[in-house]
């Protein structure tokens, strides 16, 4: 649900659902440019660094790797 509100403040809806709320629906427009793409992945880069700064750790259960 975090990532949800997230991504609503950075003017991308979503759906959470399946068991628990771990499934993210998308729901794009019917024709989607390739700049919306960008913009959806950058939105979900953000919410998810957002949403692990809150948690306090990787939501993916994943260590990451310094680039």
């Known amino acids: 649900q975090k ?3 997230h991504m609503l403040s950075r003017g ?3 759906e959470c659902g399946g068991r ?13 440019t390739s700049e919306i793409c960008a913009t959806f992945l950058t939105a ?3 919410s998810v660094k ?10 993916f259960g994943l260590a990451r ?3």
């Not at 628990?20 to 989607?32: H, Y």
């Not at 957002?50 to 939501?59: I, N, V, W």
């Open 3 to 5: 990532i949800k509100r």
């Open 20 to 32: 628990n709320g771990a499934v993210l629906r998308l729901l794009p427009p019917l024709t989607i």
């Open 50 to 59: 957002s949403t692990e700064k809150e948690e306090g750790g990787s939501l």
């Open 65 to 67: 790797k310094s680039a």
């Open 44 to 46: 979900f880069r953000d």
């Open 12 to 14: 991308v809806v979503m």
